[in-house]
């Protein structure tokens, strides 16, 4: 794994990329779940939208609040000084047009201290792509499953499994990296496509569920730690069962509670002596 000492920037991960070595991205929508992978060497860590359906329990993810996304985003960079911090462009931004988006990049830049915005793309996005470009931000070209174009939960299906569709997919690979986007991210597409892509472009390429061509990969942290409320996409390791633990600690401490073994004289606060003696 490529170890990090300094903060991790545009320049370290297209590093690793040309000394192919692969670099490792996850979702984190909080202060404690960025301590965490930064200190586990996370390279990167994203500000998902996802955040919409994994912790406010919507059907999907358009009903994000930009506020909101900054906010959390803040809390992330608090905890995570280090990781090259990625903000989710809401569909709020992107259905108000390119200098709504424009402004919601500057935001997430400026107040959040994000180095890049990802941004859910198809073709004709790449004017808006150039734009950012040209005003020095860093952006993530989002293709394949777009979740912001999936309504409901049973949407979420593979994308470009023939070959025109491939083909389509390293033309919009391309358009975008010649717009000038810095990275691009692949969702739930077959390995051929993503090995495609990887071969048609020279900029990283993160792959979420996208096979091992990927110079990086990214996956939703709820669904990594088994902590989410729907079941995980196939391509997740899932390497915990947090949600687990987290209901059977919530159980003992009812079960604690009921029995009066909570609170003990550990969990008390004694009086001062001078009170106490009088
Ligand atoms: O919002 C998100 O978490 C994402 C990843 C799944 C790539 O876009």
Redesign the pocket.
């Known amino acids: 794994m490529p170890a990090y000492s300094n903060r991790v920037d545009l320049a370290f991960l297209r590093q690793c990329k040309s000394q192919r070595r692969k670099f490792a991205m996850l ?1 984190a929508y909080d202060h404690p779940t960025a301590v965490a992978a930064q200190a586990a060497g996370v390279h990167s860590l ?1 500000v ?4 919409g359906a ?1 912790i406010l329990g919507h059907p999907n ?1 358009r009903s994000v609040p930009l506020a909101l996304m900054i906010t959390l985003a803040e809390a992330v960079r608090r905890g995570a000084p280090d990781v090259y911090l990625v903000g ?1 462009m809401p569909f709020e931004s992107m259905s108000a047009g390119n200098e709504a988006v424009i402004r919601a990049a500057l935001r997430f830049r400026d107040d959040a201290g994000c180095d890049a915005v ?1 941004l ?1 793309t198809a073709a004709q996005h790449d004017a808006l792509v150039a734009k950012l470009s040209r005003a020095g931000i860093e952006t993530i070209a ?1 293709l394949g499953l777009r ?1 912001q174009s999936v309504l409901n939960p049973d949407g979420y299906k593979a994308q470009a499994r023939d070959e025109g569709a491939v083909a389509e997919l390293v033309a919009d690979a391309r358009r975008m990296e010649s717009a000038g986007a810095a990275m691009l ?1 692949l ?1 739930a597409v077959p390995a051929e496509a993503a090995s495609a892509v990887v071969a048609a472009v020279s900029v990283p390429v ?1 792959g ?1 569920g996208a096979g091992p061509a990927c110079d990086g990969h ?3 942290t709820h669904d990594l730690l088994g902590w989410g409320a729907t079941r995980p996409p196939r391509f997740v390791p899932v390497l915990a069962s947090l949600g687990e633990t987290v209901r059977s600690a919530m159980a003992e401490y009812v079960q604690q509670i009921a029995t009066g073994t909570y609170p003990g004289p550990e969990h008390a606060y004694s009086m001062r002596a001078a009170v106490a003696a009088s």
């Open positions: 979702t994203l998902g939208d996802s955040m994994v993810t989710d990802k859910e989002h979740p991210l969702e993160i979420c990214v996956v939703v």
